[in-house]
């Protein structure tokens, strides 16, 4: 996911992405952990898109208190 994406959602919209982005992540550690994951470096690949939600919803929140 890119950022340019995330950055068009609205603040509904990123709080479902979140919620289901750590959905996933727990999923995909578990699967990690029965050695059922094909590809781990899509455990990374989730982390990072979590953090760019954060991200947006902190600059949002930031620029809202301003």
């Given amino acids: 996911m890119k950022a340019n994406e995330i950055r068009e959602m609205t603040v509904e919209e ?3 992405k ?3 982005l750590k959905k996933d992540l727990f999923n995909l550690r ?3 952990a029965t050695n059922q994951l094909d590809n781990p470096m899509q455990i990374t690949a989730v982390k990072r898109d979590i953090a760019r939600v954060n991200t947006v919803l902190r600059e949002r929140e930031l620029a809202a208190k301003a």
Avoid: E, I, V
């Fill in 14 to 16: 990123l709080n479902t």
């Fill in 18 to 20: 979140l919620a289901d």
């Fill in 30 to 32: 578990l699967q990690h």
